[in-house]
Each structure stands twice: as C-alpha cells, then as structure tokens.
C-alpha cells in the first residue's frame, strides 16, 4: 500500500523525470490535420516543435478518455494503494473531468483529484512537491490540504511571441486578445485564480517582455521554500536570459525547475515563449 501519484502531459515532464519520481503521466492526445499523435509517446518536444513550423494545419488537442484513466485507478484499487491525480487546469481542458468519470466509474474511495489551476511548469511544481511529501512519509490527505493551501499564492506570467495560437485553440478571444498587426508588440499572458487564460500585460520588444517577467517577481515577492519554475517552448534563450537577470539581482535560483513546453500547451501558444511560475509568500 503506497500513494502513487499521476499527473497528465500538460505537466511537460521529461520520461527521465517522470521515472526519477516515479509518477505516471496520461497522454493528451495532438492533432495536425487528420493526423493524431500521443504527447510524450508517439510525438516528442522537438517532432512537434518541427511539424508547428512546416505543417500547413493548425494544431488541436483532445483529453484523454475517462478509460485511460480507469485503468490507472482500477490497478490502485485492487493494489489498495492511494491515487492522488495532479491535473491541468480545469478551465482549459476536460481532462480533470475525464478523470472525475473515471473516479465515479471505480467507486474507490482513495483516489483524490488536485485540479491545479495551472498548466506547464506550475503543475509540475505541484507533482514534484507532493512526491517529496509522499516520500517523507505525509498522508494523502495531508497532501492535498498543503496544495490546496498554497494555490492561491500560485503566479503565471509568460511572454508570447504571439497570441494567434491561443485565438485560434479557443482559449482566448480575439477581442480579448486586442492585438493588431504590430508585430513588436509582445503578450504577457497569466493564468486567473480559476485557472483561466488572460492577457496581463502588451509590451514593446522582446527585451522588455522578457524584463517585465522579472519585474513581477520584484513586485510580489517570492516564497523561497516553493521552486520557481521556468518554461520554454522550443527556443531556451530567452529564459536564460530571465534567469540570468534574477541572478543578477541576488535570487537564489538553485533547486529551480526549467522545462521545454511540450505539444499539449505548445499547440495554444507556438514557438518562442519564456514562462515563469512561482508562489508569493503567505501574508
């Protein structure tokens, strides 16, 4: 009897990573045309960052079937081992209610649902310190009441070279967006308490996008204890810049996670995005 720990592919582990913790992430599944891939599995990080640049077809992502998860929580039940499923946001994908079905289906009282409100890095963040607690020895529920406590101190921003694939994947309006032509114009996006997609910010160039993802830290204040969690999607340049300007400015970057985005939130925002997820400390 243990507590095993899931996650989806959104989280964007690595499959070394994803052995090193011993979790087991469900697929969603990638679409270019007619042509369907499985995130992690049949598609990697670099496949899909090349057919994002010479595929004529606009990319589209699908939930994994209640049943993916049913098989996973079926397993645990007859084990008698505790599931904790750390998921995507649940305002951007149906994948937390696939797995809700799939809890239903088995009728096991040890499987616990954590809808992270989150995507990419931050619900990385989320596996990772409940794997920690799991391994010291901390029941599941206790768990889950320490991520729930911290949720709400949870902060995404992520530079974007571009909002046409969030318009397009549905995630956000184009009257949301507000975007013209401009093509120096550059989003920052952040995620709402509810987990939901919104511009917070327009900036000029790169450099001061980039510079702006630092100055939120400075602003806010940062809780130590909890990794700070930097993403990518396919070019990493410019979070070593981010990262670079944090040092240089006294933050502590050690034991800070750093993550290429994969096809599952690659498909929504494309190439050349810099993210940065991290906690503000409690009042």
């Given at each position: 009897m243990s507590i095993k720990i899931i996650t989806d592919s959104a989280a964007d582990f690595d499959s070394y990573e994803l052995k090193e913790h011993s979790v087991e992430s469900v697929p969603l599944t990638v679409s270019f045309g007619n042509d369907n891939y499985i995130d992690g599995v049949t598609l990697t990080k670099d496949r899909f960052y090349e057919l994002l640049k010479t595929n004529k077809d606009f990319p589209k992502t699908s939930q994994p079937s209640p049943d993916a998860f049913r098989v996973i929580f079926e397993n645990a039940k007859e084990s008698g081992d505790t599931v904790i499923a750390i998921l995507l946001s649940s305002a951007l994908s149906g994948t937390y209610q696939s797995a809700l079905i799939a809890k239903n289906m088995v009728e096991y009282d040890n499987v616990y649902l954590?809808?992270?409100?989150?995507?990419?890095?931050?619900?990385?963040?989320?596996?990772?310190l409940a794997v920690k607690m799991a391994a010291s020895g901390h029941s599941a529920n206790e768990i889950l009441e320490y991520l729930e406590g911290i949720?709400?101190?949870?902060?995404?921003?992520?530079?974007?070279?571009?909002?046409e694939y969030l318009c397009k994947g549905g995630r956000l309006s184009r009257a949301a967006a507000g975007i013209g032509t401009l093509a120096r114009l550059k989003p920052i996006i952040t995620l709402t308490q509810d987990g939901e997609v919104t511009v917070a910010e327009k900036c000029i160039g790169r450099k001061n996008s980039l510079e702006h993802l630092v100055n939120y830290i400075e602003k806010t204040g940062i809780d130590t204890s909890i990794p700070i969690s930097f993403v990518y999607s396919h070019d990493e340049s410019g979070c070593k810049k981010v990262m670079e300007r944090l040092a240089e400015k006294g933050y502590d970057l050690?034991?800070?996670?750093i993550s290429n985005i994969g096809p599952t939130i690659g498909a929504h925002i494309g190439v050349g995005a810099v993210g940065i997820i991290y906690f503000v400390p409690e009042n």
């Amino acid at each position: 009897m243990s507590i095993k720990i899931i996650t989806d592919s959104a989280a964007d582990f690595d499959s070394y990573e994803l052995k090193e913790h011993s979790v087991e992430s469900v697929p969603l599944t990638v679409s270019f045309g007619n042509d369907n891939y499985i995130d992690g599995v049949t598609l990697t990080k670099d496949r899909f960052y090349e057919l994002l640049k010479t595929n004529k077809d606009f990319p589209k992502t699908s939930q994994p079937s209640p049943d993916a998860f049913r098989v996973i929580f079926e397993n645990a039940k007859e084990s008698g081992d505790t599931v904790i499923a750390i998921l995507l946001s649940s305002a951007l994908s149906g994948t937390y209610q696939s797995a809700l079905i799939a809890k239903n289906m088995v009728e096991y009282d040890n499987v616990y649902l954590f809808d992270t409100c989150s995507a990419t890095g931050g619900e990385k963040t989320y596996v990772v310190l409940a794997v920690k607690m799991a391994a010291s020895g901390h029941s599941a529920n206790e768990i889950l009441e320490y991520l729930e406590g911290i949720k709400s101190r949870s902060r995404l921003y992520a530079s974007l070279d571009t909002l046409e694939y969030l318009c397009k994947g549905g995630r956000l309006s184009r009257a949301a967006a507000g975007i013209g032509t401009l093509a120096r114009l550059k989003p920052i996006i952040t995620l709402t308490q509810d987990g939901e997609v919104t511009v917070a910010e327009k900036c000029i160039g790169r450099k001061n996008s980039l510079e702006h993802l630092v100055n939120y830290i400075e602003k806010t204040g940062i809780d130590t204890s909890i990794p700070i969690s930097f993403v990518y999607s396919h070019d990493e340049s410019g979070c070593k810049k981010v990262m670079e300007r944090l040092a240089e400015k006294g933050y502590d970057l050690k034991g800070s996670m750093i993550s290429n985005i994969g096809p599952t939130i690659g498909a929504h925002i494309g190439v050349g995005a810099v993210g940065i997820i991290y906690f503000v400390p409690e009042n």
